[in-house]
């Protein structure tokens, strides 16, 4: 049985007034969640979170890592760092890092790797924008996302990723895909983790994530393969996300 997950992406969006309220307000309202609920924070505010969220059941994430270790890569952020500030999670292959910063698959794929290097459970993050939709490439194009990653890391490292299925047309539009169309694409990506082990695709969450809010969660999440959501803007809002979380 795969326990729903709610994770939230607040992309470039915190102050730490805005954090302090934004994380007190999830906390007040976390009683009677039952599902596992993290928070994807930038890198300038983990420290405050993790300050926050001591002994309570709310997870941290980072958006983004290099792929290296240590060293001369000026401006970047490691596995272990975000490690070190109590991050338990790493978003990975996010479409506006696909398109604004040029990340290919094999990128993502070594992002992956890094993060589970460091015994961080990634969030990959796979879609397909809408021309590749109506071209009739959704399933090419989520295949070649994943298999890149399961070619450099193993299908048996999936037990520890955790797949966010993001249609780009949906991220951050007000546009959701409907139950069906989310559905039929989960359902592919499970098939797919199948080819290679049946038990890794019965056991990985697949998230929904695009336009997610407190009035579609309970019909999207409610699908047979689609075990919760990662959520960009309503995730900004504590009783906007906290409704989601109760969806689950
Ligand atoms: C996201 O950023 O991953 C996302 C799904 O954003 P939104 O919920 O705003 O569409």
Redesign the pocket.
Known sequence: MRKTIIAG?W?MNASKVSVKSLIDGILSGMEGVNSEVLVCVPFPYMSQVESLIEGSNLKLGAQNININPSGAFTGEVSADMIKDFGAKHV?AG???RRSLYGETSSVVAEKTKAALGAGLSPLL?VGESLEQREAGKTETVVAEQINAVIELVGIESFDSIII?Y?PVW????GITATPEQAQAVHFFIRNLLGESSENIAQKTPILY?????AGNAVELISCPDIDG???????LKAEDFLQICKAG
């Not at 994530?209 to 809010?213: E, F, K, L, V, Y």
């Open positions: 992406n992309k978003i996010h479409s506006e993050c966010a993001e949906a991220i951050g539009t994530g695009g336009s997610m809010n959501g990662l959520i960009g803007g309503a995730a």
